[in-house]
Each structure stands twice: as C-alpha cells, then as structure tokens.
C-alpha cells in the first residue's frame, strides 16, 4: 500500500513549487508584449523614450524571468522524481507536447532574449524588433504546450489504455492538441497573463506618477499598459466563461462543486451568488440565487440540464462497481496474456478502469473491496464544495474589479487626466497584488477542482506517486522552501530596488536619480 | 513510415543526438562556469568570463530541457525510474541549476563585493555539480542500478544515494567534468583575449591531459565490471514490456558490440582523436577549430558509454530481468513518429538561429567592452 503520507507530501511539494513557479510566469507572458508595443512604437516613430521604456521595463522583466526559468525546470524533473508512476503511465502522450515545447518553444524564447538584452548596439532596428517579437511568440507558444499537456489531464482525449505495456497510448494526437479544454484554458491563461503584465507596468507607472517623478516616460507607461490591460481583461472574462461552457466531465464535476450545486436543478438552473456550502449534510445552508443564469453560462440553453452532486456522484458509484471487475480483469490478464475470457471482461469494463482504480487508495485487492471503502471512494470523486466555492468567487470578484480600474485607466488616459486623478493612481497602485491573487486562485480551481485525480477518470492521484519514502519528501521540501524563500527575497528586494531607481538606472542621463545608481 | 524497431533505433540516436547536443551547448557554458573563479580574478575579469556565455546560456540550457523532454516522451520508463531512483541526485541537479539563471542576470545589478562573490560562486557550482553527477549517474548505469518493476510496472528503486557515489562512478564522474572543463576552456580561449584567455588555455591542457588518462583509466576498469546480456530470444519489434525478458550479468558484455561490429571501435576512437586534435589545435592558437574537435569527443565519449551498453539503457543489478533496453522502454510508434516528425522540422531550425545568434554576438568580449556597458552586462 501506498502510504497516505507520502501522497500528500508530494502533492504538497507539487503545489508549492507549482504555484511558485506561477508567480513569474504570467508576468513574463504579458511584458513580453508590452515590451513588443513599446519597442514597436520607438521603431515607428524613432522617440528614444519608447526605447528606454523598452529597456527599462525589460530589465524588470529580466529579473523576473530569471526566476521563471529557474522554477519551470523544477516542474519538468519532478515528473519523473516524484510522480514516476504517473510518467510511466501517461508519459506516452503527456511527455509529447513537454518535448514539443522545448523544441518549438522554449528554444525560441531562451535563445532570442539573450540578443534582446545584448544585441541592441549589433541589430538594426527592425532586427531587434523581430527578436522581440520572436521572443514574445516563443514564450506564448511555450504556454500553448504546457496547457495542452495540462488540458490533456482535465480532458484525457485520443489516448486509450493498453493493457500488454499497462499504461496509456496515444492514438490521436490531433485531439489531443485540439482539446476544446486545452485551448480554452489556453486563451484564458495567457489572457490572464497580459493582465498580469498589464498591471505590473500600470501600477509602477501610477508610483511614479504619484511622486511626481520621470512624469512623461511614466504616462507614456501608463497609457500602454492601460489599452493593452482594458483589451486584455474583457479577453480574460469572455474566455473564462468560455472556459466554463466546455463539456467534459471533470468540468462537470468542478463546475458542480464549484458553485455548489448539490441537486440536479430544473433546466435552466438558477446561479447561487453567494451561498453557505455544507459539506456534513451536502447542502447549502442558506444562498443567494439568480434565476436562470447558471443554466445559460453553463449550457448556452434554456433546456439542457447541468448535473448536480449528488447525481455526479450516483453515476461515479455505478462506473466504480463497473471498475472493480476491470481491475480484477486486468490482474487476471497480467498474470497470463492468452486469458480470452477476462480479455472480454476487460475491454467491456476498460472505460471505468480508472475509477475501479480508485480503490487501491483503500485496498490492495479491489475485489475484496467494502461497502464502506466503496463509498469512501464515491465521496472522493467530488472535490470538497467550499474551497471550490470560494476561491472561484474571489477569482472573478477580482476580475470585474480589475476590468473597472483598467476601463476607468483608460478613459483617463483618452482624457489626458490619468496623472492628476490620484484616486484612480492610489487605486492602480494598491491593486498590484491582484492578478498573481486570481492567477493563483485560478489554478487552484482548476487543479484541486480535478481531485481525486491526476489524469481525470483515468489514473487517481493517489496511485501516480513515486515509490519514495516519507523521509526523502520531507527533506526535498525542507530544500525547495529553503531555497524558494530566500529567492524570492533576493527577486523582490532586486525588484523593489529597481522599480525605486526608476529608468535612471539605464545610466543614459535622461531621467532622475542617475547619481543613486 | 517505419516499424516499430526501426522507431526504437532512431530514438536511440535522437536521444544520443540531444544529449550530446546538450554537452556541446550548455556543457560549455558549464566549463565556463568551473573555470570562472581561476580564469577571472578581478570583478571585471569576471565579467569579461561571464559575459561569454550570457547572450546564450539561456538558449543553451534548452538542449538539457528538451533532452528530458524527449526522454519522457520516447523512453517513459527510462524517466519514471531513473529520475525517481536518482532522487537526491536529481534535486542536486536541480537545486545547482537554480544558481544559473539567477547568477547570471543578478550578478551584476548591485556593485557589493560580497553580492557578486556569492552569486560567482553560485556560477561555479552550477556548472560543477550537474557535470559531475551526470557522469556519476552514467557510470552508475554501466554497474546497474538496484531497481525492479512489480506486475503493475511500478518501479521501486532500493539502493542509496550514498551507494551511487561508488569509485568507478566517481571516476566516471571525473571523465565528464574533465572533458566539459576543457571543452569550457577552449570556449573561453576563443571568446577572450590576454591573461583570460591564457588561463583558459592553460585549462585546457591540464583537462585535456587528465581527461585522456580518466577516460582510458575508466576503459581498463569497464574490463573488470560484468556487462548484462539478454539471454533469451527479443522481438524488437514487439510491445514493450520489461519483464519479458531474461538477463544475465556477464564479464565482457560491455565489450561484446565491438567484438559483433568492429566498426564501432570508431567510436571510443574519435573520443581520443577528438581529445588531441583539440589539444593542438589549442596550442596553435586555433581555438575555434578546437572547439569543433572538442565537440567530436564530446559525441566519441558519450557515444562509447551508449554503444557499450546497447541494448541496455538501464541494467538493473537487483534483478536483471527488470532491466531497461531499447527495446522495452519506448513509447508507442505512433508518439515515436509525431516526436521524430517535430525533431526534423524544428531541429534545423533551431541549429539556424541558434548559430545567427552566436554570429551576432561575436569577437572577442574585453574588458574596455564591458566597462563601456556596465548598466547593461551581465
């Protein structure tokens, strides 16, 4: 047996550096662009400010790309060092768009931001413009793979599993780079980062602004990252929502725990606003509901139904029982390959494998399995409803109060009153925090949301670890906060200490505070 | 488009090609990273050693991405065990690596002595450690390494970190710091101009040399360690499954592929022909010959660990039979076609850009370059 300990120390530690890495990746997918306008508008109209922001700017940028660079390898090697079972099991279609990545992607943006920060005075200006750009496609497309990987885990499309090498094959990669979950998560992520990066340059522009400092160089700041924040936080709403729409079955189940639907509700069903979920009675104790809104967000009709809880978990019962006889058929068929008979069995029952899968987490004979553990492993299909309920609410309350900041940002701009409103800069200022927030609760919706599994109704999370022992997690993870701490102090006091400098710290004699440098 | 075998044979050489591209790109990033301390002993020597490599080692430290990548992809087992097994080896990879990037692009922002210091040290251990593990981990495999898989193909590994760290994998591990120091050093030499790269010279030899005493050494000692052989009858082209077969530990295995096809002695061969053209190139100042030299021992050292063992990938010592070949570790054809298509297409393509990066960034780095560019180099 697989101890439990050891499961949740690994998820631990995944988490941990997963969402460390995602500090410094939507900054990075967003900047890039910023930095591509800037350079664009400097090309264009020859203004060497439009150069130094570019350079400015990208030296935050560089900063935190380092960090970026040096999480993301973590994710990779952790695969193998710490979810072996999972790597055997899916690296058949998971590691292709990992490797794919690092080919079309990853080599792009690596190489081409060396000659960003290092060719300025050997590239013409257009040259150095399409570095910029390449680099920009790169990191994009960098993101393109990873979420079809990820999408792939939500949404487990043009695989089948073969029972002679035990693991998942692929049979359509096609599908699986179309996966309507991978791409919707694509838009939305990356969407997600502009807004990040949208943020980070209008919230640093709204300091010095506000200090009076560098005041052209910084509305000119403020009015990209205003346009470009506006465009991209409407792209980040209308494609979550999109995001919502698609028809999977873990978005069901997330969807579900999500906005707390115990019941099936009559078609359409109303939204709950705000609602107290209860885990212990599986209802909610009280809640505000908007009729018919669920139904349409979550349909796109007024007749479809969308399945609530305790009918999600009614049919998880049906396809565990139906797994049971898949496992026990798949154990049989292990032993001796010619066994035509469990052969039958098992291609009848392969479709539930997964969930009879489910119940190693109990026991190591499924077959022998109780009603208790059968119901224990029922109540894991759904992830716990309150968490879901609320990080959900508070992604998108943070949503709607960036789309105001960035409209209100922008109509000031249009106005050429952005600098002498100092509410809406105090507003900008303060609400830099925000993005990494929902990009964080965003994931965490999406991942925790997927639980019990790693790759949905195909292989549990508990199943995928490596066989280490407890104390080797607890000393990685003693290594990975270690270092992490004391990174992110030295990336935030760099960041801090250059965002204070301000574009003076270019040493080009334009701007103020060049001495302090 | 091809069988099966066929696609198993291909993605032994994809995977070679992307490793040893990976020692000939980031491995001399690395070389320049051990040789920093000594080649650079002011701070603006030091700048001079780094900014080398620092247009380019982001883009250099993709081979190494990429080469997991692929291995996850073509050789899933080989990754879920060999990553798993080596787990303190792998995090000490790992947590080296973290002092690259931020070594390089942190350096230099802030002017304190004791700031730069630390970070050149972090440099140091980034090119340090992950060479030498990467040969402790080779030199591991050609002992086999105490794995087996249950019915479910769950690997459990029961060996040690402490038991990798054996003296013929240390010697392995020497082979492979040596032959990326001295590739490092000849880097450098072309890269610098004076003292430096009169240092980076003086590495070179000094590597060189060692290296060329390290790799025979490693040579006669392999005589000595039992080989793993298949000893029943393997269907290439059949599905994989590792426990279908039998293994024996056997002296001389390791040197059966070069008894069956002599030609491969062409291998081990261009490693030292590779070494010592390297060497004189070096001393008659023709520095960007030798790196090429160098580069062809790079593949004649890598090439001599995987053609020794071929079939093998990962021979098991706890029980044989689990062993990991070529044969029962690979995807399936279809993922082997689709990663063998999107290496050919983009492959060349990044070669392209990757040599018009070096080709705008070239000559020499001095140092009047970067006291005229200190807000901006690394």
Known sequence: MISEQLVDLSRLQFAITAMYHFLFVPLTLGMVWLLVIMEAVYVMTGKVVYKDMTRFWGKLFGINFALGVTTGITLEFQFGTNWAYYSHYVGDIFGAPLAIEGLMAFFLESTFIGLFFFGWDRLSKPQHLLVTILMAVGTNLSALWILIANGWMQNPVGAEFNFETMRMELTDFWAVVFNPDAQAKFVHTV????????????????????????????????????????????????????????????????????????????????????????????????????????????????????????????????????????????????????????????????????????????????????????????????PRVAPMFWAFRAMVGIGFWMLALFAFAAWQTVRGQCAHRRWLLHAALWSLPLPWIACELGWFVAEYGRQPWTIYGVLPTHLSVSTLSVGNLYGSLVGFIGFYTLLLVVEMYLMVRFARLGPGSLGTGRYQFEAAH | MFDY???????????????????????????????????????????????????????????????????????????????????????????????????????????????????????????????????????????????????????????????????????????????????????????????????????????????????????????????????????????????????ERSPGAWFANYRAWPWTIAVPVLAYTGAVLALLLTRAGRTGLAFIASAFMLAGVIGTAAVSMFPFLMPSSSMPNSSLTVWDSASSPLTLAIMFWATLIFMPLIILYTGWAYRVMRGKVTAEHIEHNSHSAY
Not at chain 1, 220 to 230: K, P, T
Not at chain 1, 331 to 356: Q, V
Not at chain 2, 131 to 148: D, E, K, M, T, Y
Not at chain 2, 178 to 190: K, R
């Open chain 1, 191 to 382: 969407s997600a980062g502009y807004v990040t990066g949208a943020m980070f340059v209008l919230s640093i522009s709204a300091w010095y602004l506000l200090k009076g400092r560098d005041v052209e160089f910084a509305k000119r700041s403020f009015r990209i990252a205003a346009a470009f924040g506006l465009a991209s936080v409407c792209s980040v709403i209308v494609l979550g929502d999109e995001s919502g729409y698609t028809v999977g079955e873990a978005q069901q189940t997330k969807m579900a725990a999500l906005e707390a639907m115990w019941e099936t509700e009559p078609a359409p069903a109303p939204f709950n606003l705000i609602a107290w979920p209860n885990e212990a009675e599986q209802k909610n104790d009280w809640a505000v509901q908007i009729p018919w809104v669920m139904g349409l967000i979550g349909t796109r009709s007024v007749s479809k139904q969308i399945p609530g809880i305790l009918e999600i978990k009614e049919k998880n019962r049906h396809r565990i029982l139906s797994g049971i006889v898949a496992v026990k058929s798949l154990e049989r068929l292990r032993a001796n390959r010619e066994d035509t008979e469990a052969l039958a069995l098992f291609e009848r029952h392969k479709a539930d494998l997964g969930f009879g899968l489910l119940l190693r987490k109990y026991t190591t004979d499924v077959g022998a399995a109780t009603p208790e553990m059968i119901q224990q492993a029922v109540d894991s299909t759904i």
């Open chain 2, 5 to 247: 075998e066929t696609l198993k044979l291909i993605w032994w050489l994809l995977v070679g090609v992307l490793l040893i591209g990976f020692a000939i790109m980031d491995g001399h990033d690395m070389g320049v990273g051990m040789l920093l301390p000594w080649a650079g002993r002011s701070d603006v020597e030091r700048r001079v050693v780094i900014n080398t490599v620092g247009p380019h080692w982001d883009g250099n430290q993709v081979w190494f991405i990429t080469g997991g990548g692929a291995i996850f992809a073509a050789w899933p087992l080989i990754y879920a065990t060999a990553f798993s097994g080596f787990y303190w080896a792998m995090l000490a990879v790992l947590f080296a690596l973290f002092f690259r990037p931020v070594g390089f692009d942190y350096r230099s922002k802030i002017a304190d002595p004791r700031w730069r210091s630390t970070w050149d040290w972090g440099l140091f251990i980034g090119g340090t450690v992950p060479p030498l593990i990467f040969g402790v981990a080779f030199g591991n495999l050609l002992q086999g390494v105490p794995f087996h898989f249950d019915s479910m193909l769950m690997s459990h590994y029961t060996g040690s970190f402490w038991a990798l760290l054996n003296p013929f994998a240390l010697l392995c591990g020497l082979v492979s710091s040596l032959m990326l120091l001295m590739h490092g050093g000849i880097y450098l030499a072309h890269r610098t101009e004076g003292v430096i790269a009169a240092r980076a010279r003086a590495a070179v030899y000094v590597a060189g040399l060692g290296l060329l005493l390290a790799f025979s050494a490693a040579g006669l000692w392999l005589t000595r360690i039992d080989g793993y052989l298949i000893t029943s009858l393997i269907d290439p082209g059949a599905l994989p499954d590792p426990l279908a077969k039998t293994v």
